[in-house]
């Protein structure tokens, strides 16, 4: 008999609580009960009701589940092969050159690995920003791959082959919304896309039928050499700026940008791992929260890092504080005190995300709210103990691999470590096929210049005191001194 059927009561018992309410509370050796798809009681010594399954959450933490509001869940297919890309060659690979090569089921391989990938994670809703939809056919295989996974998903449809005009105003993407759309609270949708700042404002149709379909907008904004200020002007000037839109990175935005934000009430995601190696800017919330931006937290994609927001609540804490020492410093001052704190990034990480996608029922534990519920405990980890600063243990101490037990809706989908009722051979198989064909499609050369970009040529600096024959290990290892 599987021992967390769905429907079947569920009582974690007597964990430290993070509810995420407004006070920040931490709420030790409390149980949370959990009926149908709701939490229906937060609170000490709570009576078991009859045939529940009692999940011990001793020496572990409940949070609710955590929001990643940017992923391009199908390039999962091609985890980790970008490693050492640059914005750049991303662009060059997939919008230009390969992009085109993936098949609905490779579409299908790479949604559906990166969906239990986000459930394993502690990530309970994941917006799949999905502009590989160059077909219908894309977009089937897409929301065939969320629907086959216990998650919650938002589905932000984009193409990346054709204008945002073209695409979305295909009479077959109508007839899609139309079927696979029907307002089940398990798989959102928005629409996504850029705005490239054409002065035409060629994007303007699209927006219009977001407004028709009445579904949010998600634009990468502030992005590098791609989108500026003047995308957010035409957004603005042409009233396309409302509270629903999410702006993705916004970092290297002007200031009139983020008042522009600010006044009409969007939320920002940021992806600092992406930030970071990319080059979008520098991540941007040692600036937003000056404005009073609203933050959430977001991967981007595995084509670089994995799927794992613990990961961005650490990165985007040092990045803040490396941003604020640095401006500091610049000025000969020095950072006494820090501004971000941890318990403001596990909340950017779980009601932040909430908030970005206008939902008030997920994000935080309480009475009434969806059941989408993390347990962090692993009694195997040295790192496990002693939770003194909860906030500071979630983000700067626990991993995915600590997370314990997950629930989504209610449904058990990991328990004891291990994913309940998922089938990730059948994933894993999908996957290959999609790597082996692709593979086969680009060749072994095309392949193998893909993943090893051209390392630029540096040298190394002349030093005073290598006076002796002794070499650095960067000179061992084939770097040339200067004469
Ligand atoms: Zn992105």
Redesign the pocket.
Known sequence: MNDFEPGRPVLLRGGTVLPMDDARSVLPGTDVLVLDDRIAEVGRDLVAPEGAAVVDASDGIVMPGMIDT?R?MWQTAMRGYGADWTLTQYFVWYYLEHGKNFRPQDIHAGNTLAAIEALDAGVTTCVD?SHGLQTVDHADAAVDALRSVPGRFVLAYGNLQQPPAVWSGAPEFRDFVNRRITGDDLLGFQLAFDVTGDPSFPEKPAFEVARDLGVAVTT?AGVWGATSDDGIRLMYDNGFMTPSNIY??CASLSADCYHRIAATGGAISV?TE?EQSAGQGYPPTWAIRAHRIPVSLSM??SVWWSGDLFSAMRSTLGADRSREHLEAQAKGDTVTHSSLRADQVVEWATRGGAAALGRSDIGSLAVGRKADVVLIKNEHSPVSFPVLNVYGHVAFQAQRGDVHTVLVNGRVVKHDGRLVGIDLAAARREVEETVEYLRATLGEEEWRKGMNPDIPESKVLDNPYQYTDYQSSATRSGATAEA
């Open positions: 940017h391009h920003w990468h993705v990175h992806a992406s981007d994609t």
